[in-house]
């Protein structure tokens, strides 16, 4: 079993960056796929960026392409998302989820993922 957890999230205004880092603990010999998601409020959850436990692979969803960016640091079992040229519509609770090994058939997909952390709330202020 694994847990993740969040942090760096706050509030910024628009235009503004901020870095979010997810650790991975427990048994964490093996190696995770990660994702980040986020959820806004009276929205659902929606699937953000992924990287392969080699860190070889990343994906991410149209909203964010050019501004995110997902990359991990296995040596401490953690994973960010720099976040760049933050909008009011990225408000939402960020969460962070891992999965053994890959995805069964989507990278893309949050329900791929099995163990996810409580989220660290991301504020854009316009």
């Known amino acids: 079993q694994v847990q993740p957890v969040e942090s760096g999230g706050g509030l910024v205004q628009t235009g503004a960056s901020l870095r979010l880092s997810c650790v991975l603990t427990g048994r964490t010999s093996s190696s995770y796929s990660m994702a980040w998601s986020r959820q806004a409020p009276g929205e659902e959850r929606e699937f953000v960026a992924a990287?392969?436990?080699?860190?070889?692979?990343?994906s991410y969803a149209d909203s964010v392409s050019g501004r995110f960016t997902v990359s991990r640091d296995n040596a401490k079992n953690t994973m960010y998302l720099q976040m760049n040229g933050l909008k009011p519509e990225d408000t939402a609770v960020y969460y962070c989820g891992a999965v053994l090994g890959t995805p069964r058939s989507d990278y893309m997909s949050i329900a791929e993922y099995d163990y996810w952390g409580r989220g660290t709330q991301v504020t854009v202020s316009s």
């Open positions: 990287i392969t436990w080699s860190g070889s692979r990343t």
